[in-house]
């Protein structure tokens, strides 16, 4: 099956950076779209960013949007998210995912990357 695999997660201060990778496999990555979830304990999982497989069209929650870029290279199967002004807020397991179309809603993705986990705090 479709297997994704991201990495870059870790602890950092507020105000720092850090930038979320996600491999794909098992599938042609132009032809979905690839987007980023958070959940932290006690919440439920939220849509962060996506971009989309159409037009290249990208779509930011506005707790994150000026502070997140979400980019893709289609050649090697790759979506980055770089993550800068990071706030303790924004502490949570990262998920990436895929599906044909961008969407907010976790029941309608496809496809689920395990997860990595960003620790804002200092």
């Known amino acids: 099956q479709v297997q994704l695999v991201e990495s870059g997660g870790g602890l950092v201060q507020p105000g720092g950076s850090l930038r979320l990778s996600c491999a794909a496999s098992g599938f042609t990555s132009d032809r979905y779209a690839i987007g980023w979830f958070r959940q932290a304990p006690g919440k439920e999982r939220e849509g962060v960013s996506c971009?989309?497989?159409?037009?290249?069209?990208?779509y930011y929650a506005y707790s994150v949007k000026g502070r997140f870029t979400i980019s893709r290279d289609n050649a090697k199967n790759t979506v980055w998210m770089q993550m800068n002004s990071l706030k303790p807020e924004d502490t949570a397991v990262y998920y990436c995912?895929?599906?044909?179309?961008?969407?907010?809603?976790?029941?309608?993705?496809?496809?689920w990357g395990r997860g990595t986990l960003v620790t804002v705090s200092s």
């Open positions: 971009i989309s497989s159409s037009d290249g069209s990208t």
């Open positions: 995912a895929a599906d044909r179309e961008c969407t907010r809603v976790p029941g309608r993705v496809g496809s």
